[in-house]
């Protein structure tokens, strides 16, 4: 008899029959919780898969590009490139074409012209593959007080069912503090990948940002050198 009371008290308080029992509200606060896990691992699966294949395109593109004699066929040949090393120095040679079109080169204006262009690029590879990032910082930061409201909703339920029944007996109590539990134990589940998510991502791409600064002041400074032999 104990062990079928034993049996029947673990599937009450299984996680299916907690959503089950749930009150309306709580169940809302579950579901969004689950979809906000769910897209955080989509989020966290695409973002270190591009991260990989980004790092290993970009170093043999800049193994091909210091060991290039010809710096204009290489721009034909990868300047329509996508990868971030590829549209600064895109930039780069755009700028250059432009700056040096003329008989008077101003050497002094060209240089911080390039400079401009291609920190400008650098900043906008880096604002475009962070944008996914936003989410990962607000699943990690809301998902925890938005399982806490479940809580708060769910306790409050089973100090609304003592009161109805008058009886304080763990049994009537201990249905709502599960799923208020429950719901807290889902939004961490949710927040503690995103926030080791972006935290690992942001290192991430610091170092690819800090990386696209010394490709762009190496062509920088190989540029230079063609305006000291003009």
């Given at each position: 008899m104990d062990s079928m009371m034993l049996n029947m008290d673990a599937a009450t308080l299984s996680p299916v029959a907690l959503f089950m029992q749930a009150d309306?509200?709580?169940?809302?606060?579950?579901?969004?919780?689950?979809?906000?896990?769910i897209w955080t691992w989509a989020i966290i699966v695409g973002f270190a898969t591009k991260l990989k294949k980004l790092s290993k395109a970009s170093d043999k593109f800049e193994r091909d590009f210091w060991n290039t004699g010809d710096i204009d066929q290489f721009h034909r040949a990868h300047g329509s490139s996508a990868l971030p090393s590829a549209r600064v120095f895109t930039a780069g040679i755009t700028e250059w074409r432009r700056s040096t079109a003329g008989d008077n080169i101003d050497r002094d204006g060209t240089r911080a012209r390039l400079a401009t262009a291609m920190g400008s690029a650098v900043a906008h590879e880096i604002d475009t593959l962070s944008d996914r990032l936003n989410v990962l910082a607000t699943i990690g930061s809301v998902a925890p007080f938005v399982g806490l409201f479940g809580t708060v909703w769910g306790i409050?339920?089973?100090?609304?069912?003592?009161?109805?029944?008058?009886?304080?007996?763990?049994?009537v109590v201990a249905p709502g503090i599960a799923e208020a539990l429950f719901a807290t134990a889902i939004g961490l589940f949710a927040a503690i990948p995103a926030v080791i998510a972006f935290n690992r991502f942001s290192h991430g791409i610091n170092r690819l940002e800090s990386r696209l600064h010394r490709f762009a002041d190496g062509f920088h400074t190989t540029l230079s050198r063609e305006l000291e032999a003009a």
């Open positions: 309306w509200v709580v169940k809302g606060v579950m579901l969004g919780l689950l979809l906000a896990s409050m339920r089973s100090f609304t069912a003592i009161a109805s029944q008058q009886n304080s007996s763990l049994a």
